[in-house]
């Protein structure tokens, strides 16, 4: 489990980083405009490009999944897509309820989303004892 957490942790510190970059550059480009609007904008399409880190590092490193593409690519998808839900609803939360820079906001909506989508893809998406059953 320590081995799990460590390199759950490191994958998904590249993800954050990507993730982080990704919509970090964008805020740069993007107008800005009223609201939150930019800020979630950059954030979902750095959300996209982390995915892609996240999935084949936890898939090949931190669960050493077995599990066909078929099958824990759709749950991963699903897992993720609501942790951006999550991360979402936290960046916009931290921003509307806090006089915080976006940044902060962005790193407490990915720190948030992060601790769900260990929990569900161990117990779901990566899983080898219902694998080993199917």
């Given at each position: 489990?320590?081995?799990r957490?460590?390199?759950?942790?490191?994958?998904?510190?590249?993800?954050?980083?990507?993730?982080?970059a990704?919509?970090?550059?964008l805020?740069r480009?993007?107008?800005?405009?009223?609201?939150?609007?930019?800020?979630?904008?950059?954030?979902?399409?750095?959300?996209?490009?982390?995915?892609?880190?996240?999935?084949?590092?936890?898939?090949?490193?931190?669960?050493?999944s077995?599990?066909?593409?078929?099958?824990?690519l759709?749950r991963?998808?699903?897992?993720?897509?609501?942790?951006?839900?999550?991360?979402?609803?936290?960046?916009?939360?931290?921003?509307r309820?806090?006089?915080?820079?976006?940044?902060?906001?962005?790193?407490?909506?990915?720190?948030?989303?992060?601790?769900?989508?260990?929990?569900v893809?161990?117990?779901?998406?990566?899983?080898?004892?219902?694998?080993?059953?199917?």
């Amino acid at each position: 489990m320590v081995r799990r957490l460590a390199t759950f942790g490191m994958v998904g510190i590249a993800a954050a980083l990507t993730h982080f970059a990704v919509a970090a550059s964008l805020l740069r480009f993007v107008p800005a405009g009223p609201g939150t609007g930019p800020v979630l904008l950059a954030n979902a399409c750095g959300f996209v490009v982390a995915f892609f880190v996240s999935y084949h590092g936890q898939r090949r490193w931190t669960f050493r999944s077995s599990r066909p593409h078929g099958q824990s690519l759709p749950r991963y998808l699903a897992v993720s897509v609501t942790g951006l839900a999550i991360n979402e609803a936290v960046v916009a939360l931290v921003l509307r309820q806090f006089a915080v820079l976006p940044v902060v906001a962005l790193a407490a909506g990915i720190g948030v989303a992060a601790v769900w989508t260990f929990a569900v893809s161990r117990s779901w998406v990566f899983s080898t004892a219902e694998s080993a059953g199917a």
